[in-house]
């Protein structure tokens, strides 16, 4: 099985590769995240919560694992992560709780290799 990691790495690498070929689309999306998730009436950290949590109601595999990254980047707690998945299966119903294991899954690998990686 692939790790989170190498999910995560593999998807950073792919849209890299995507953004070369198409750089007007993906320098278009670049700049819209960047602007959606700037600190506003909401901070960057909420925002990303709000994204992981559609995330998982869309079903999105890759999204799942970049909005993981990205909230525990953003600072967010493991508590914090886990309410958003409990809003996520509120949500999106039983579909919303297989996904909610994928980010819980996510959350668990990627939070220890970030703990790992601050202790080198």
């Known amino acids: 099985m692939t790790t ?9 690498a792919g849209m890299g590769a995507l ?5 007007g689309p ?6 819209l995240h960047k602007a959606a998730g700037a600190d506003g009436a909401l901070d960057g950290k909420t925002k990303e919560l709000i994204a992981l949590g559609i995330a998982v109601t869309v079903r999105c ?3 799942i694992v970049c909005h993981v990254q990205d909230s525990l980047t953003a600072g967010a707690t493991r508590e914090e992560i886990q309410e958003v998945l409990g809003v996520a299966v509120l949500m999106g119903g039983g579909p919303s709780v297989v996904y909610a294991c994928e980010a819980l ?3 668990d690998e990627l939070a220890t290799a970030d ?5 080198s």
Do not use: H, N, S, V
């Not at 989170?4 to 950073?12: G, N």
């Not at 953004?19 to 750089?23: E, Q, Y």
């Open 4 to 12: 989170y990691r190498e999910k995560y790495d593999a998807l950073m």
């Open 115 to 119: 703990a790992g990686a601050a202790l």
């Open 61 to 63: 595999e890759g999204c």
């Open 26 to 31: 993906m320098g278009g999306f670049a700049q």
């Open 19 to 23: 953004g070369k070929a198409i750089p």
């Open 105 to 107: 899954e996510a959350l």
